[in-house]
């Protein structure tokens, strides 16, 4: 399973991103699908899940202002992040799972700039 993310980028604190992340190459079901991210100095940590039956799971600290979606006929995941703070700044990854395994993109950076 190959999986593309993209949108991270520079931000102001306060403003928004939306991070996608497409897979390919699954001859699975992909689920569940989901978002990590990787701070500098920190362990690599879960920001928000998604099934296939469009069940949710968010860290504490993105409750409220991360939303994570899928459009399962593109096989692409959103994740929609609102009201960004300067400690949301991290490397981004997709991760999917399928019943041979879990798969990881090569992440995308999102700095947010206080």
Avoid: H
Avoid at 45 to 51: D, N, P, Q
Avoid at 77 to 105: F, H, I, N
């Amino acid at each position: 399973v190959q999986l593309q993310a993209s949108g991270g980028g520079l931000v102001q604190t306060g403003g928004s991103l939306r991070l996608s992340c497409a897979a390919s190459g699954s001859r699975f079901r992909i689920n569940p699908m989901g978002w990590y991210r990787q701070a500098p100095g920190k362990q690599r940590e879960l920001v928000a899940s998604i099934t296939i039956g469009d069940s949710t799971n968010y860290a504490d600290s993105v409750k409220g202002r991360f939303t994570i979606s899928r459009d399962v006929t593109k096989n692409t995941m959103y994740l929609q992040m609102t009201s960004l703070k300067p400690e949301d700044t991290a490397v981004y990854y997709c991760y999917a799972e399928t019943r041979r395994g879990a798969y990881w993109g090569q992440g995308t950076l999102v700095t947010v700039s206080s």
